[in-house]
């Protein structure tokens, strides 16, 4: 009854669903959904086999969990249309009563066949539910009456820094964002997230087969010149489908009307596709940070170096304080740069232990919320405040506010997967994680906290997939900065998951020579000793200066940590553990940590 229920109500949108023997219609369904007699069907260059489980491309091929499968074939039977958790639960679950965790990762691993499957997008409505994007015209299913054009969907590209200078590369890039951002506040248009846009920045581009995978209808794209207080910005809306320009403009001002040139552009394409902007989705992308721009251009410039530098070298986040605290002493009210200071202060207090003094970003995020509730990231520097004081139930209300407030938030996935991971929560942490790798390409640290998170959840089979990705990104890091003791710990792991133990062993002792006193660096060189090389001895010789002088976020999480559960008998770290709790114990009662 609970799947003719959701198919009436498909029905009755106009959305084609797909009916046979396999859904009962009874008080006593046998389904929730038959896989073996659903018909296959295509979404862009993708062959779905319910029955198999299967979803094909060429010679690429991924088997589906079976709740993953029949999640995917509700979603496709919506064509396009959004569909609740209550729908899904109902379609796919009987309606029983599940966790949040159920569908998250259910859906998390959806979203991770885009890797593969690029025509294959799920999107998170926030506060709604969940819709499938479906391709346009020469990618329909097979299954069904074709497909009828829904919204309009785009998808922005980045726009490229015609600058001359490779270092103005940060304002072309976020400039980008802001469209894209300001484009996906009307609820007309559907936008292609910025994590898939950037992953063909910089390859040519045809638009009728970049439309086709992406399941888009058209294409946004331009470029950006900065120079001398002036900035020239050239966009074009091309129909996906014909490769015509629906719309093109050059923008030629002074670089202090950057703000009215964004909001001219959204206009033009509302304008374009002839849809409707509501008066409130007007307000929220006339409604800026700042109206600085020079405060702008230092924001731009620190959001830069935080997505695109490297994890473990702190100068990353030294970089984004100071572009940060210029942002706000240029305009004190610019909330986003407030949240950005103390999102990059928690992270050097929590990344660079045995600092406990330093600000560990509370002050800023609580003025970032002062000035506006709605910035998810202000919300992480709180809830490490809280897990670190033990305080789990507060980090967990501040981890589900930015989620809540935007989803496809990396850094929220990111942090909020940390710190579930030290209450042994791995599961809740995989889904986030898994999440976080999507959101962002370049990120080689979630990729290997994943790896801990199923090695702690006994779950090795994926391990090795997730190994060989982090291996490419960490190569790439090290291209960059050879010396970076992250970077090297984490091609150590790669390479111990890998079956390359002399290797390892290799990287182990490079870290060590390089930067001896990056205690984080030793952590993660010892637990992957322990898992893969199957060397206690030499896990606690590396360990052992983590933890005499680690502080209290490396402590809490040697404390929590499945992966050094093997040696947790050893008298010999238990004793190290101990003395080290103690001493910070002391420490933060001689000397608590600033806010």
Not at 148 to 171: H, K, T, W
Request: aromatic letters at 6%.
């Amino acid at each position: 009854m609970l799947w003719l229920l959701l198919a009436v109500k498909l029905a009755d949108a106009g959305a084609p669903v797909l009916m046979n023997d396999g859904y009962s219609a009874d008080d006593s369904p046998r389904g929730p959904v038959d896989l073996a007699h659903t018909a296959p069907f295509r979404i862009g260059d993708a062959d779905v086999r319910p029955a198999t489980r299967e979803v094909v491309r060429a010679e690429l091929r991924e088997l589906l969990e079976p709740r993953v499968m029949e999640v995917l074939v509700v979603l496709a039977s919506a064509r396009g249309r959004t569909l609740s958790r209550d729908d899904l639960i109902d379609a796919c679950w009987g309606g029983r009563a599940i966790s949040d965790d159920a569908i998250n990762r259910v859906v998390s691993r959806l979203r991770a066949l885009s890797r593969t499957f690029p025509s294959i997008q799920v999107e998170t409505i926030t506060k709604v539910g969940y819709r499938l994007v479906v391709p346009g015209s020469d990618g329909q299913m097979t299954q069904g009456p074709e497909a009828r054009p829904g919204q309009p969907r785009i998808c922005v590209l980045p726009f490229v820094n015609m600058s001359g200078d490779a270092e103005q590369e940060y304002f072309s890039d976020g400039i980008t964002e802001d469209i894209t951002t300001d484009l996906s506040k009307i609820s007309a248009i559907g936008v292609t997230a910025r994590h898939t846009a950037f992953t063909f920045k910089g390859e040519p581009i045809d638009v009728r087969e970049l439309a086709i995978k992406l399941g888009v209808s058209h294409v946004l794209e331009g470029s950006v010149r900065k120079s001398d207080g002036r900035v020239r910005i050239n966009a074009q809306l091309i129909d996906g489908a014909t490769a015509d320009h629906l719309w093109a403009e050059r923008y030629d001002r002074d670089l202090t009307d950057i703000f009215t040139i964004q909001d001219e552009i959204s206009e033009a394409i509302v304008a374009a596709l002839k849809v409707t902007l509501l008066p409130a989705e007007k307000k929220a992308i006339e409604q800026r940070g700042t109206s600085n721009a020079q405060a702008y251009t230092h924001y731009l410039m620190a959001r830069q170096y935080w997505v695109t530098g490297d994890f473990g070298d702190r100068r990353r986040e030294e970089r984004t304080i100071r572009l940060c605290q210029r942002a706000v002493e240029i305009d004190p009210d610019y909330a986003e740069a407030w949240a950005l200071t103390g999102l990059a202060q928690a992270n050097l207090y929590n990344a660079f232990t045995g600092n406990e003094g330093l600000d560990d970003g509370l002050s800023a995020a609580q003025r970032a919320l002062a000035l506006d509730a709605d910035i998810a990231e202000a919300h992480l520097p709180l809830a490490w405040h809280f897990a670190l004081r033990g305080d789990f139930a507060g980090a967990d209300d501040e981890i589900k506010t930015a989620l809540r407030l935007n989803p496809d938030c990396w850094e929220a996935n990111k942090e909020g997967a940390r710190i579930l991971y030290r209450q042994g929560r791995l599961d809740e942490a995989q889904v986030l994680l898994e999440r976080a790798c999507e959101l962002a390409e370049s990120d080689f640290h979630s990729p290997g906290m994943l790896i801990a998170v199923l090695l702690g959840r006994g779950d090795r089979a994926p391990i090795r997939q997730w190994a060989e990705r982090m291996e490419g990104l960490v190569g790439q890091a090290l291209l960059r900065d050879p010396s970076n003791g992250a970077a090297i710990a984490y091609s150590a792991l790669a390479h111990a998951v890998l079956g390359r133990a002399e290797k390892a062993r290799e990287m182990v002792e490079r870290a060590i020579l390089l930067d001896p006193e990056n205690l984080y660096m030793r952590y993660n060189l010892a637990w992957p000793m322990i898992a893969f090389l199957n060397d206690t001895e030499a896990a606690l010789e590396v360990l052992a200066p983590a933890l005499a002088g680690g502080g209290s976020s490396l402590i809490s999480l040697a404390t929590a940590d499945r992966n050094l559960d093997p040696i947790r008998k050893d008298p010999r770290f238990a004793e190290m553990l101990s003395l080290a709790k103690e001493r910070v114990r002391l420490g933060a009662k001689a000397d608590p940590p600033t806010a």
